[in-house]
């Protein structure tokens, strides 16, 4: 913000969701300590051709029609604009009918290091000539409706003279974080924030409290955040200590960023569905199939919504009697979708299990990379086993620490995201935690309730943005991950084998917000004029390796290899193909991103370090 603009009189907070958007905000004129005045925005958008509804969530779904589908003025929104495209209810049910001109998942994409995510590839499986866009593309699309839609409703207190927080998955790397700030500043975002999901619903948590909070947990619990929505699992652990009297939350660890949610269990319970009707002699074409997911959504959220419902009822369109003969209607029922998404999804394991994985074939078609193993409790029974030791330094926490405890040991839980609307799928959940921490003699974890499965996420993010101004109470923890850069052994050649690589840290686990860490140690011959690349690691279990630590040997699950790194130097004042030597400098900013940048070793020169986001090669 500039020295000659007004302090903003809202803190606004944004759920880009999977399958969701929200936008909360958070009057910061008229709350004061833990009381604050909050609210949502009622979002402005098509429901069908030339009608425009309000609701609090804009579907994240855009429908590309064709140039001759829609009249004139069929796509026209309350602030005039004149856009090809639809964004949120319309999208949704239109695309529901003609899903090869749907973009769904664009989060998702976003964050698929797989492909280049500026390139137009979505939808992924449309034909030619349908015309494509990128899922960055898409994300500034969601992002700009969000912000019109605020100067719509508050013309006497503008998007860009507030302060603007948008969450992101706990697990996003930091080119999907890089992304994700791209797309808010291609949307017009002047400035803003990234927060982290689970900790955006925790902030929610404790802003419904009214300072009850404090009663309802105490010094040396574990709140461990399980957030299940439509595209992806994230788990947090957040530890609560006491500092010079006042208790204090510091986040502890998060899980691997996997896709999977709400979307498998649709994809899942359509194959259901269509296994049924094949039973009966009625084939599906790939066409169809993508109509009876989305089909099979709508019916999973009403049968899960209302346990006494007993069936769905399930219309499958047709393109013509040549396909298929006419609409088929069948029907999913109730214990369909209990056994279907509690067994496979939710299944009865021990604290010992692991998810499966499978060696993939030579060629596979072009898709998000979803999780191979579709069993949230074996992902959430692996995270706790990695971080069992994760309190071992934290104040307060080392005489509770059990010595024999397979896995670290939740003693509160917060659910969130719109899978646990449902009492049935978050009560399994919890009686599987309560299993694993019984067979170990420890106390079974509680519920944190009052959290809005839809909602808590933009409100929690709206209510960090007040507490940024020293209001509240702040979530601590830093980065969530420690960072290295590969570092080529240097050796003689020696046929059929490849020199050894260490792991060289360049950003510490827990780095706080505005910090920056010089990495004095080492240096690196830069060539001007041609781009660097280096392979770049990132671990959630190495938490104590400071700046400058250079591993010569890890174990398979402490390092996980990221996107590459890369850096072009300007050939400005020096000759093509000369060497730089450089250092590295890392700097966890403000706004929730990593920064990397090489500094001359002689000179004041310095370049950006960017994380590749481009395709992999």
Not at 166 to 187: K, N, V, W, Y
Not at 281 to 290: N, V
Not at 468 to 479: A, K, N
Request: one cysteine or more; proline letters at 5%; aromatic letters at 6%.
């Amino acid at each position: 913000m500039n020295a000659d603009q007004q302090a903003p009189r809202y803190a606004i907070g944004i759920d880009l969701g999977t399958t969701h958007c929200a936008l909360a905000y958070v009057d910061l004129q008229a709350s004061e300590g833990e009381a604050t005045s909050y609210g949502v925005l009622d979002i402005p958008q098509l429901t069908a051709p030339g009608a425009v509804e309000q609701a609090p969530l804009l579907p994240s779904f855009l429908y590309l029609p064709h140039t001759d589908e829609l009249a004139a003025g069929d796509l026209t929104l309350p602030w005039g604009s004149t856009q090809d495209f639809a964004v949120g209810e319309f999208a949704r049910t239109r695309g529901a009918q003609t899903s090869i001109r749907l973009v769904s998942s664009a989060k998702s994409w976003l964050s698929h290091a797989g492909v280049d995510r500026r390139a137009a590839i979505l939808p992924n499986d449309a034909p030619p000539e349908v015309a494509r866009i990128s899922p960055l593309e898409a994300s500034t699309r969601y992002l700009a409706h969000l912000r019109q839609a605020w100067d719509h409703a508050h013309p006497e207190a503008l998007f860009d003279e507030q302060d603007v927080t948008i969450t992101i998955p706990a697990s996003f790397d930091p080119a999907a974080r890089e992304l994700t700030a791209e797309a808010a500043r291609a949307a017009g975002y002047t400035s803003l924030t990234l927060l982290e999901e689970p900790q955006a619903a925790l902030y929610n948590w404790i802003q419904n409290s009214g300072g009850r909070w404090r009663k309802e947990v105490k010094t040396g619990d574990i709140i461990l955040v399980i957030d299940v929505g439509g595209g992806t699992s994230d788990f947090s652990l957040i530890a609560v200590l006491e500092r010079e009297g006042q208790l204090e939350l510091h986040r502890v660890a998060v899980g691997d960023h996997i896709l999977l949610g709400g979307d498998n269990m649709d994809l899942t319970l359509a194959h259901v569905v269509a296994r049924k009707l094949a039973a009966e002699g009625k084939q599906l074409d790939p066409w169809q199939m993508r109509a009876l997911t989305y089909a099979c959504r709508s019916a999973k959220e009403s049968l899960l919504s209302d346990v006494a419902l007993q069936a769905q009822a399930i219309v499958v369109p047709s393109r013509g009697s040549k396909l298929i003969g006419g609409t088929i209607r069948t029907e999913l029922t109730q214990a369909e979708v209990q056994a279907t998404l509690l067994e496979g999804f939710f299944p009865v394991v021990d604290a010992s299990a692991r998810p499966a994985s499978r060696s993939r074939s030579g060629l596979t078609q072009l898709g998000l990379p979803y999780a191979q193993d579709a069993g949230v409790t074996r992902h959430l029974a692996a995270l706790l086993g990695r971080q069992a030791g994760a309190t071992a330094e934290l104040p307060g926490f080392a005489d509770k620490l059990n010595e024999s405890a397979s896995f670290l040991h939740p003693s509160a839980v917060l659910f969130n995201g719109g899978v646990f609307k449902s009492d049935i799928l978050s009560q399994r959940t919890l009686a599987t935690l309560n299993n694993w921490l019984n067979a170990e003699q420890a106390e079974p974890a509680r519920v944190l309730t009052g959290a809005d499965m839809d909602l808590a996420v933009a409100r929690g993010a709206a209510y960090y943005g007040y507490v940024r101004r020293g209001q509240g109470v702040r979530i601590r923890g830093g980065t969530a991950r420690a960072y290295y850069v590969a570092v080529e052994s240097s050796m003689p050649a020696i046929p059929g084998f490849e020199p050894p690589v260490q792991a060289l840290c360049i950003a510490p686990f827990g780095m706080e917000e505005g910090s920056e860490a010089d990495l004095q140690t080492q240096e690196f011959g830069l060539v001007v004029g041609e781009p660097m690349h280096l392979r770049f690691f990132g671990s959630s279990v190495r938490r104590q390796d400071p700046l400058g630590t250079l591993l010569d040997f890890w174990q398979p699950d402490e390092l996980q290899e990221l996107g590459e790194i890369q850096a072009t130097l300007p050939a400005e004042g020096r000759q093509a193909g000369e060497v730089v030597q450089v250092r590295l400098r890392a700097l966890a900013t403000d706004t929730g991103t990593l920064e990397l940048t090489a500094v001359a070793t002689q000179g004041d020169e310095h370049w950006k370090v960017a994380f590749d986001v481009r395709a992999n090669s």
